[in-house]
């Protein structure tokens, strides 16, 4: 299931409901929204920090009414040209994802990648903070990085020779926001386990059909003090302590002898 399959299937399935609050941090991206009278609150990287206050060209051009549209409307922002509405979609669409506590597991993505790359080649797309812990935990660990971040990181043109060596593939959400996911998806060996990370992942068990295995991702659990942060410029360390919880979620219990 390429990318605009997943949107397809997964945004009707979303519920509505009214928007709330829509703050665009510098790095994190959140969107408030009220269900059956139930405040969620979804996160999702912030994409586009380019300037844009030398231009006439706005980069979200319904700022200041975006709380005026329904949800299920900003969602669809998903599917939009401008990168910072990108990011309001995703976000959009992980307030509006129905909680599925019978699936989330308290696991961090990097316990989830030494269980399953222990003895084995594990390709990263994206430099997570803690690469310096995971790789004496992996038999090897290549990292891909549009930005690469230290001498270890690979660039990210190298992803057809390095993918295809993968016996486990964690991907960055940030491909779900900036369309690489097909591509990156297409150049994994048949059978490998795919894991998607990081707090833009949405907790959809459709990922799976995707070809995921696990999704690790992250859970608003105190929104005004995340939103708080965010809106003071809050890296995901400091948000993660202000009330985001980390959890995994998986379709195959067996996978690593039980998630939980």
Same mark, same amino acid.
């Given at each position: 299931?390429?990318?605009?399959?997943?949107?397809?299937?997964?945004?009707?399935?979303?519920?509505? @409901? &009214?928007?709330?609050?829509?703050?665009? @941090?510098?790095?994190?991206?959140?969107?408030?929204?009220?269900?059956?009278?139930?405040?969620?609150?979804?996160?999702?990287?912030?994409?586009?920090?380019?300037?844009?206050?030398?231009?006439?060209?706005?980069?979200?051009?319904?700022?200041?009414?975006?709380?005026?549209?329904?949800?299920?409307?900003?969602?669809?922002?998903?599917?939009?040209?401008?990168?910072?509405?990108?990011?309001?979609?995703?976000? =959009?669409?992980?307030?509006?994802?129905?909680?599925?506590?019978?699936?989330?597991?308290?696991?961090?993505? &990097?316990?989830?990648?030494?269980?399953? #790359?222990?003895? &084995?080649?594990?390709?990263?797309?994206?430099?997570?903070?803690?690469?310096?812990?995971?790789?004496?935990?992996?038999?090897?660990?290549?990292?891909?990085?549009?930005?690469?971040?230290?001498?270890?990181?690979?660039?990210?043109?190298?992803?057809?020779?390095?993918?295809?060596?993968?016996?486990?593939?964690?991907?960055?959400?940030?491909?779900?926001?900036?369309?690489?996911?097909?591509?990156?998806?297409?150049?994994?060996?048949?059978?490998?386990?795919?894991?998607?990370?990081?707090?833009?992942?949405?907790?959809?068990?459709?990922?799976?059909?995707?070809? =995921?295995?696990?999704?690790?991702?992250?859970?608003?659990?105190?929104?005004?003090?995340?939103?708080? #942060?965010?809106?003071?410029?809050?890296?995901?360390?400091?948000?993660?302590?202000?009330?985001?919880?980390?959890?995994?979620?998986? =379709?195959?219990? @067996?996978?690593?002898?039980?998630?939980?």
């Amino acid at each position: 299931m390429n990318r605009e399959t997943l949107l397809a299937r997964l945004l009707p399935s979303l519920p509505n @409901g &009214k928007i709330l609050e829509v703050h665009i @941090g510098l790095y994190w991206t959140a969107v408030l929204v009220e269900v059956d009278g139930v405040i969620r609150c979804g996160l999702s990287a912030t994409m586009g920090k380019d300037a844009h206050h030398s231009t006439n060209e706005p980069a979200i051009p319904r700022a200041g009414h975006l709380t005026e549209l329904s949800a299920r409307q900003l969602a669809d922002y998903i599917y939009s040209l401008h990168a910072p509405e990108i990011s309001i979609g995703m976000a =959009a669409i992980n307030a509006l994802l129905p909680p599925r506590p019978d699936l989330w597991v308290e696991l961090h993505s &990097k316990e989830v990648l030494a269980r399953l #790359g222990a003895g &084995k080649t594990v390709v990263m797309v994206g430099h997570f903070p803690y690469v310096p812990e995971l790789r004496p935990k992996v038999g090897r660990l290549f990292v891909l990085e549009l930005n690469p971040k230290d001498e270890q990181d690979l660039p990210a043109e190298a992803a057809p020779q390095v993918i295809p060596q993968a016996d486990v593939l964690a991907i960055t959400a940030m491909t779900l926001l900036n369309r690489t996911f097909d591509e990156l998806l297409a150049l994994r060996r048949p059978g490998a386990p795919m894991v998607i990370v990081g707090p833009s992942t949405p907790l959809s068990p459709l990922l799976f059909e995707a070809g =995921a295995v696990v999704l690790s991702g992250a859970v608003v659990e105190n929104p005004a003090a995340v939103l708080r #942060g965010l809106k003071e410029g809050a890296n995901f360390h400091q948000l993660r302590h202000m009330g985001v919880r980390l959890v995994s979620m998986t =379709a195959d219990s @067996g996978l690593m002898g039980g998630l939980r």
